[in-house]
């Protein structure tokens, strides 16, 4: 059984990334091209990360990280990318990413990076109530979950981080760039836009569950609060 599947067509890389995940106690397998991953997914749907390469022989990887998100909830997915241009960013979080790392990268980092995303995965996949209160909005940090009346709504590790942000200090307005300067710490280059797309998304996985609430409101030419009701 593989706790991490690592999809990268160069070996050299996937190599050490494996090592270094191995020494952590994590299994590993590799694959190095894109059309050979979903039927082992399929076999082996028990894998709780992938570290996914944007550029691979064939099916590339926005294209697998679309289906896997479909088809595998709540699996975690890691894009690993060479090309910083913003759309690529955009795109990759927008089709169900949960985080980018850009090469060249540490190791170290792609370590950290998985331990966190797996303490999510794992919990999610527990059918468990932290609250009962069906008014409750929950952080869960050591999972990275967010939970409104006991439901974990799902979010990726960079919405995690951002609703935690806002709701440290209910009421605060935060602009795009205080929010960006808190949700990535590495200085990686964002548009705004990427910032409008998350809260998109943020604000609709909570309508799923609370459709009657809204707790992230927009301040028209500023930025975004949170303010519960």
Known sequence: MSDIL??????KIAELVADY????????HHI????????????????????????????????????LRRLYEPMGIIMLTARVEEIDRLL??????????????SPREVVARCKALMRRVSLAAEDEAVSDDDNALVLDGDGWRALAG?????????EFQLLSVMMSTPGRIYSRDQL??????????VS???VDSHIKKLRKKIADTWPDKEIIHSVYGVGYKYMPE
Request: charged share 30%; hydrophobic share 35%; glycine share 8%.
């Open 6 to 11: 690592i999809v990268e067509d160069e070996p």
């Open 180 to 189: 960006m300067e808190q949700m990535y710490r590495d200085h990686r280059i």
């Open 150 to 158: 006991g439901k974990d709504i799902g979010l990726t590790a960079i």
């Open 32 to 67: 190095a091209h894109g059309d050979e991953v979903l039927p082992w997914v399929a076999e082996h749907p028990e894998v709780k990360v992938v570290l996914l390469d944007v550029m691979l022989p064939g099916k590339d990887g926005l294209e697998l990280c679309r289906e």
């Open 192 to 194: 705004e836009r990427t």
């Open 92 to 105: 990759g979080l927008e089709i169900g990413a949960d985080d980018y790392i850009c090469k060249p990268f």
């Open 21 to 28: 995940l191995k020494i952590n106690n994590y299994s590993t």
